[in-house]
C-alpha cells in the first residue's frame, strides 16, 4: 500500500457507538447479514472490520470482531454473521435481533488487509465460509466504480445451499467478463455439478489463480487451516510472499490477528 493509500485508512480515536439494525438479509441456514445505521459513521475501506459489544442485563460483557461485507459506497454498513455453536454472540445476532433493534460498534479497525481501486492491478481472492465476507466488500466496491481489472474469487463452501451471497457473486460475473467466480463444494454437491468438489489444493491454485507474472495482488480469508495451505501453496507456484495478505477467523467465530 502507497503512503497516500494508508493515509487514507481512518486513524481517529475508536469509540463505541450505537448501531441500529435497519434490514436482516438471510444468506443461509446459518448466516444473516445485518444492515446498520451509525449516525457519527466516518467511513471504511474495503477489508476493514469492527467490534461490536453486546451489554447483559447483568452487566455481562462479550465482545466479538466482524469484517464489514459493505462497501464504502453503501449508506448502511453490512455485517454478515455465521452461527457458531456455543457462542456468545452469534446466536444473539443470528436468532434474538430484530429491526430496531441496537447494540454498540467500534471502527474501522485494521489497514493492512485492505485493497480500493486505486490500487488496481490484478486481484485474487480466496475465501472459505464467512471469510468471504471482507472479499465481498472488494468486490462490491470494485462493482460500485465500474473497475474492470482481472479479478478472481476462489471460494471454498461445504454445499451449494451453503454458498454465501450466491445470487450476487454470480449476477456479478455474469455482468463483467472480467470477473471470474469460481466455486469448490467440499461436502456435498448437486447432481450434475461439474465444477471443483474438493478443499483448496496446490493443484486448483495453479489452474485457477492469475499467474505471478502478472504480479496479482491476493487476498485469503477463512479458517486458519485454509488461510495457511492456500498461502504456501501460492508461494511454491511462484507468489511472492509480499503480494499475500491474510485474515483469519478464531475458534470463537471472530477475526483473529
Not at 104 to 120: H, K, S
Not at 147 to 162: G, K, N
Not at 216 to 225: E, F, N
Amino acid at each position: 500500500m502507497t503512503g497516500t493509500e494508508a493515509a487514507a485508512v481512518p486513524t481517529r480515536r475508536l469509540e463505541w457507538q450505537p448501531a441500529e439494525v435497519r434490514k436482516i438479509v438471510v444468506e443461509t441456514f446459518r448466516v444473516k447479514s445485518l444492515l446498520l445505521h451509525i449516525p457519527d459513521w466516518q467511513g471504511h475501506l474495503p477489508g476493514q472490520h469492527v467490534d461490536i459489544r453486546l451489554t447483559g442485563e447483568d452487566g455481562y460483557q462479550a465482545q466479538r470482531s466482524y469484517s464489514i461485507a459493505s462497501p464504502p459506497e453503501d449508506e448502511l454498513l453490512t455485517l454478515t454473521v455465521e452461527r457458531v455453536d456455543n457462542g456468545e454472540v452469534s446466536p444473539y445476532l443470528i436468532d434474538d435481533l430484530r429491526l430496531g433493534d441496537q447494540f454498540e460498534l467500534r471502527g474501522p479497525i485494521g489497514g493492512y488487509f485492505v485493497w480500493t481501486v486505486a490500487m488496481r492491478g490484478p486481484l485474487c481472492l480466496i475465501a472459505g465460509g464467512s471469510g468471504i465476507a471482507p472479499l465481498a466488500a472488494m468486490l462490491r466496491h470494485r462493482e460500485r466504480r465500474n473497475v474492470r481489472a482481472t479479478a478472481l474469487l476462489l471460494y471454498s463452501s461445504r454445499s451449494l445451499e451453503d454458498i454465501i451471497y450466491r445470487e450476487e457473486l454470480d449476477a456479478m460475473a455474469r455482468r463483467d467478463p472480467n470477473l471470474r467466480v469460481i466455486n469448490t463444494l467440499t461436502r456435498k454437491q448437486p447432481e450434475g455439478w461439474t465444477g471443483y468438489r474438493r478443499r483448496i489444493d496446490k493443484a486448483m491454485l495453479a489452474e485457477a489463480c492469475v499467474p505471478p507474472e502478472q504480479n496479482p495482488k491476493i487476498y485469503i480469508c477463512g479458517s486458519t487451516p485454509l488461510v495457511e495451505d492456500a498461502s504456501r501453496f501460492l508461494v511454491e507456484l511462484g507468489h511472492s510472499p509480499l503480494t499475500i495478505k491474510t485474515e483469519r477467523f478464531g475458534p470463537t467465530g471472530g477475526l483473529a490477528s
